[in-house]
């Protein structure tokens, strides 16, 4: 009888168990009995991260300085999601990764721009400013350089074969105003904007080329290089470099991105952020925005080099 009773308590206990082991129906829901599910309104894309890569503006420690804070912004204005900073080594290491789509937003110059397109990116902004979306080419002060011819012979520095205001619209410039570029000169690929303008200043090459917004900055930051270096010409301008989005970015997030971009240049922290670029604002694009830089590359190609795309 003894042996009975045991029996049966253990039965009861092992019934007990898979009640419990059962889910909500067993032990859980009695010990529960005021649990409610809830819900969140959260997008899909929670705990996502957003690569943003910047081409070589300024070298890798720079550029981070400057767009960081982008970076930093976007993370804390729009819920669920962040961003962050891709710098790269020189601009074909930026274009390899570009054209892999590595990027989920990216801010190409407008050669790279075009050619994203290619590879499953569209255009949804760009920097303002076109009319500082120029190369300028420097020499020192003492070079005695006054004529585009007098460069003949010479070394000329410049930061990489696909940078569009610093390396492509100079040599351009230089063509047509009498130097047969590829062929009369020495050129430098040095890999960035600050390499090109220093070269120039150390005396390493007769002339160097970047553009107006990183030559500002450098001269803000060093004045020297504005008493011994200047100026001697200046291309016309394009399209500033463009804003693109990955094709499978949601909607939802490219349109908070360009709201709060567009936005910057009205409130304080925003303009302290674009003083940082020499930029005044981003403004609204899309892929016709670039066909004048379509049309540069054509006439480029005819009177200078063939580019690797």
């Known amino acids: 009888m003894r042996f009975r009773r ?25 010990e529960k009995s005021g649990y409610e599910p809830t819900y969140a309104d959260a997008p899909a894309t929670v705990g996502n ?50 054209y ?24 949804f902004g760009k920097m303002g400013d ?16 006054e004529e585009v011819t007098d460069l003949a012979g010479k070394a000329i520095s410049f930061p ?3 940078a569009l205001a610093a390396t492509m619209m100079p040599q351009y410039y230089l063509q047509i105003h009498g130097l047969d570029v590829m062929n009369d000169a020495e050129i430098r690929y040095v890999g960035s904007q600050e390499s090109s303008v220093m070269n120039v200043f150390l005396g390493n090459v007769a002339a160097g080329a970047t553009w107006l917004p990183p030559w500002r900055a450098l001269v803000k930051e060093r004045p020297e290089l504005g008493v011994e270096l200047e100026v001697k010409w200046m291309t016309s ?39 940082r670029m020499e930029l005044s604002q981003f403004e609204a694009a899309n892929d016709k925005t670039y066909d004048a830089v379509l049309n540069f590359l054509t006439y480029f190609e005819a009177a200078v080099r063939p580019i690797e795309y």
Do not use: W
């Open 6 to 30: 045991h029996m049966l308590a253990l039965v009861a206990r092992l019934c007990v168990l898979a009640l419990c082991l059962g889910g909500l129906s067993g032990c859980e829901s009695r």
């Open 49 to 98: 991260e957003y690569i943003f890569g910047v081409h070589p503006l300024h070298n890798p420690n720079r550029l981070h300085e400057i767009f960081g804070p982008i970076a930093d912004y976007l993370t804390t204005q729009i819920p669920g999601v962040s961003f962050r900073i891709e710098a790269s080594r020189n601009y074909a290491a930026y274009d390899e990764k570009l």
């Open 100 to 123: 892999a789509r590595r990027f989920d937003f990216a801010l190409p110059n407008p050669y790279q721009t075009v050619n994203a397109l290619k590879h499953g990116y569209r255009v």
């Open 130 to 145: 076109d009319k500082n979306f120029r190369g300028i080419i420097l020499v020192r002060r003492d070079s005695g350089i």
């Open 160 to 162: 990489a074969p696909t």
């Open 237 to 275: 301008p394009l399209p500033n470099n463009g804003l693109v989005v990955r094709d499978d970015v949601p909607d939802v997030i490219v349109v908070e991105v360009s709201r709060l971009l567009f936005a910057l240049h009205t409130h304080a922290e925003g303009r302290a952020m674009l003083e």
